[in-house]
């Protein structure tokens, strides 16, 4: 497996140059607080039908009532929730559907980093993000939305779904991995604790969606972030 090293005084291997400059710093909507987690309150903070997605959006939150998962892939909805013992999939929210926090971003125009190295859990895909990042001028703070089309050894997911949550595990599958990445601001942009990032994935198949708890994916993934 070809991969960056990211141990201080060893060489980076640099991936490929970008067509065009990556937006370093993309304007992020967040809806809901973290202090309305920390208050207890689960109640909708905004409808799902209210928000405006643009064909890049990418975003996710956790329904009202912790009754659902939230996953936006290129302004597209992936509503997930158990339901009698099984896992449900729904991209058209219903008229009272709201979510308790609900953040999003617009890429605008998606630059592909294809040949982009497997990783063996979450928090080495969060460096390795911030290095390519690196790489492509991006210093300092930084916020961007991604995604990752990605063929996946192992996925560990869980699903906010009353009347408790959902979890489970995939092997050897083809998903799409959606996100933010920050490294400042953390609480603001619902960043997992730990890492500069907040990932959901969507299965190839379109039937099952959700947050990401840890991950690791093979070789030949394709990299995507906001070009400038």
Known sequence: MIRPVL???????????????????????????QQNL??????????????????????????????????????????????DGEMTLSTTPTADQGTVFLVRA????????????????????????????????????????????AHVAELNWSVESQPEKATGSLEDADVTIVGIYSNHDKKSTFMVPGFNLHAHFVTADGTLAGHIVDVSTEDGATLYVPAN
Not at 47 to 73: K, M, R, S
Not at 125 to 144: K, R
Request: hydrophobic share 45%; with cysteine.
């Open 7 to 33: 141990i201080a005084g060893m060489a980076l291997a640099a991936p490929a140059a970008f067509a065009q400059s990556m937006a370093c710093n993309v304007d992020v909507a967040v809806s809901g607080s």
């Open 38 to 83: 920390m208050d207890r309150d689960f109640s909708a903070h905004v409808l799902l039908n209210d928000v405006a997605l643009a064909p890049t959006t990418v975003g996710y939150g956790p329904g009202a009532d912790l009754a659902f998962e939230t996953t936006i892939l290129d302004g597209a909805y992936a509503i997930t929730q158990k339901v």
């Open 106 to 149: 617009d890429a605008g125009t998606w630059q592909a980093l294809p040949d982009f190295p497997g990783v063996f859990d979450l928090a080495e895909l969060s460096d390795i993000i911030g290095e390519y990042a690196n790489e492509q001028g991006c210093t300092g703070d930084m916020t961007f939305p991604f995604k990752i089309t």
